[in-house]
């Protein structure tokens, strides 16, 4: 069975940092490509960031260009996304996705992060 756990979320201050953990289990973890997404209130669910099997590829929201970076260990199943230079916009759910076509689509239980001004 297929499980994404989140951590490392919280409150922050502008300008400070948060590093999200993501762990997966129950699927062959190293031949996925995996996402981070996140909903702020009243706004739709948006991707964050992709990260393909191996790190060769790797896109950003514009919005969090040149401020976060995700990253991967697929040594330890983890998907990590390093988040600089917060603002308050960055406040939102973030959630780990794991899209494994046709064997379903999996989400974390998103872990809030909160940036106050």
């Known amino acids: 069975q297929v499980h994404l756990v989140e951590s490392g979320g919280g409150l922050v201050h502008a300008g400070g940092s948060l590093r999200l953990s993501c762990a997966a289990s129950?699927?062959?973890?190293e031949i996925w490509a995996m996402r981070w997404y996140r909903q702020a209130p009243g706004k739709e669910r948006e991707?964050?960031?992709?990260?393909?099997?191996?790190?060769?590829?790797?896109k950003y929201a514009d919005s969090v260009k040149g401020r976060f970076t995700i990253s991967r260990d697929n040594a330890e199943n983890m998907v990590y996304l390093q988040m600089d230079s917060l603002q308050p916009e960055d406040t939102a759910v973030y959630y780990c996705?794991?899209?494994?076509?046709?064997?379903?689509?999996?989400w974390g239980q998103g872990i809030q992060v909160t940036v106050s001004s």
């Open positions: 991707l964050v960031a992709r990260i393909s099997p191996y790190a060769h590829m790797i």
């Open positions: 129950g699927f062959n973890f």
């Open positions: 996705n794991a899209d494994l076509q046709h064997m379903g689509t999996y």
